[in-house]
């Protein structure tokens, strides 16, 4: 079974704190995902990587770092956090994303930033 | 840029009742993937379609995939309130090589 992990449930930071969120696979996926998602927005993509040390934007990477130094693990990075980042980050893997496969989730990670 | 719309927003019904939301891509996809989202939960996936004018059906859900590879559709028989959450699709675009949610429809059942 595969299973994505968050590294927290819910967060709360002050406005301009460095922010890490950390998403660990353990099915060996090569790609892996950042999204958040907010109310009527669905789930945007921030970053995504397809293999270590890669990384992609997606459509709303301003503001935002990732990190992918092992395979199994993928970072999210605010810089400098602000309060339009409060939001629920969800992370998630794939095999091989051309090939039509599915993602799997992580639970999610409640970021208020305040 | 490309963009995934979804409708309707939201939908309430009488358990027992009928639910079917329509998912529209600005350009053309290379496949589209349904998701579904329990409330407190996260997104998890439910079907790939892949060919044009493509049918699948799981139980009481059947999903359609356009003959122009441009919509699709998710239509559940005769709801239970097993089946509340907000439900996705996301599709690769051909062109733009990423990979699209819609903002999903929210399904509220009533016993």
């Known amino acids: 079974d595969v299973k994505v992990t968050q590294s927290s449930r819910y967060l709360v930071k002050r406005t301009g704190e460095k922010v890490f969120l950390e998403c660990v696979q353990d099915m060996d996926h090569e790609n892996m995902f950042w999204y958040r998602q907010d109310p009527g927005l669905g789930l945007r993509l921030i970053y995504f990587s397809y293999d270590v040390k890669m990384k992609e934007k997606g459509d709303i990477p301003e503001g935002y770092s990732v990190s992918r130094e092992k395979k199994e693990r993928f970072s999210l990075i605010l810089e400098s956090a602000s309060t339009n980042q409060t939001s629920m980050y969800l992370c998630a893997s794939s095999p091989f994303l051309q090939e039509g496969q599915e993602q799997y989730f992580g639970p999610g990670t409640r970021l208020t930033v305040t | 840029g490309q963009q995934v719309m979804q409708i309707p927003q939201y939908q309430h019904v009488q358990e027992g009742e009928d639910f079917t939301t329509y998912c529209n891509s600005s350009t053309t996809l290379s496949n589209i993937q349904w998701y579904k989202q329990r409330p407190g939960g996260h997104p998890v996936f439910l079907i790939q379609?892949?060919?044009?004018?493509e049918v699948k059906k799981q139980k009481r859900l059947t999903f359609q995939f356009g003959e122009a590879k441009k919509n699709s559709s998710l239509h559940i028989t005769a709801t239970q309130t097993t089946d509340v959450g907000t439900y996705f699709c996301?599709?690769?675009?051909?062109?733009?090589?990423?990979?699209?949610f819609g903002p999903g429809t929210r399904l509220s059942v009533l016993p």
């Open positions: 379609l892949v060919k044009s004018g």
């Open positions: 996301a599709g690769w675009h051909n062109y733009g090589q990423n990979f699209v």
